[in-house]
């Protein structure tokens, strides 16, 4: 037995391949689950997209359906494409046009993206919901309250 080594080299053999064998597993595993992981952009880039304008025609339908303006769809959602809310805000009108259904009013305010708000650029301030003298009153009209965060 030489100097060197206090211990035979085959005493330590069994413990190293069971290191790798485990350290193969563990990294079959990662990558498994990473595998079926949406979060990381893995996806081919034509299925992004078509998620997306899925998604922007979903909103614009909702949109349409709540009774909500095209302009106030896109205030609400300004990371979506406007063309996929318009296509969507479209044949939801159409579907209902064709159906005489009616709007659905949503029961909740909706809250605008941090940072935005709502102004009424027409009316000079202190003015709104007043008539000339003499006129009858018009009725308000449809207000929608906003918050922000």
């Known amino acids: 037995m030489s100097s060197r080594h206090f211990f035979p080299a085959s005493a330590f053999a069994p413990a190293s391949r069971q290191l790798r064998a485990w350290r193969c597993i563990l990294a079959t595993g990662a990558l498994l689950a990473l595998a079926g992981c949406d979060y990381l952009g893995l996806q081919p880039v034509s299925q992004i997209e078509a998620r997306k304008e899925a998604e922007g025609r979903a909103i614009g339908g909702a ?25 969507g805000w479209r044949e939801m009108n159409d579907y209902m046009l064709q159906n005489k259904l009616t709007e659905v009013r949503p029961e909740v305010a909706p809250v605008l993206p941090a940072g935005r708000a709502r102004a009424d650029f027409n009316a000079p301030a202190g003015t709104a919901g007043m008539s000339a003298p003499g006129e009858p009153a018009k009725p308000p009209a449809r207000t929608t309250l906003y918050s922000t965060p």
Do not use: V, W
């Open 63 to 87: 949109c349409r359906q709540a009774g909500r303006a095209l302009e106030d769809c896109y205030t609400f959602n300004p990371h979506m494409s406007k063309a996929a809310i318009f296509n």
